[in-house]
Nanobody
């Protein structure tokens, strides 16, 4: 069974940090582009960051560039998102997702390019 499970969310102060994890199973994780997306209350799903199958290429939404860092450990079938310099507008449910195309590296910010999603982990930034 293909499955993605996010963890690491919680409450942080503005300017604080959190580290999110996405544990993958049921597919060859090391062969696929992966992404993080988020959804704030009452808003649509927003693509946040993507990483190529081998970790060589990474991409970020303008809203998080310079503050968030995506990474992956293919030996552990795990992807990470380091959230630094957090802002209240970062408050959202954060999801990880698997690309349909193993070599997706152009339309990586298009959410319909992903076919498996986790259940999300909540990030709340107070004040």
């Amino acid at each position: 069974q293909v499955q993605l499970v996010e963890s690491g969310g919680g409450l942080a102060q503005p300017g604080g940090s959190l580290r999110l994890s996405c544990a993958a199973s049921g597919f060859t994780f090391s062969s696929y582009t992966m992404s993080w997306a988020r959804q704030a209350p009452g808003k649509g799903l927003e693509w946040v960051s993507g990483i190529y199958y081998d970790g060589r290429d990474t991409h970020y939404a303008d809203s998080v560039k310079g503050r968030f860092t995506i990474s992956r450990d293919n030996a552990k079938n795990t992807m990470y998102l380091q959230l630094n310099s957090l802002k209240p507008e970062d408050t959202a449910l954060y999801y990880c997702a698997k690309a349909i195309d193993p070599y997706l590296n152009s339309d990586y910010d298009k959410l319909d390019e992903y076919d498996v999603w986790g259940q999300g982990t909540q990030v709340t930034v107070s004040s």
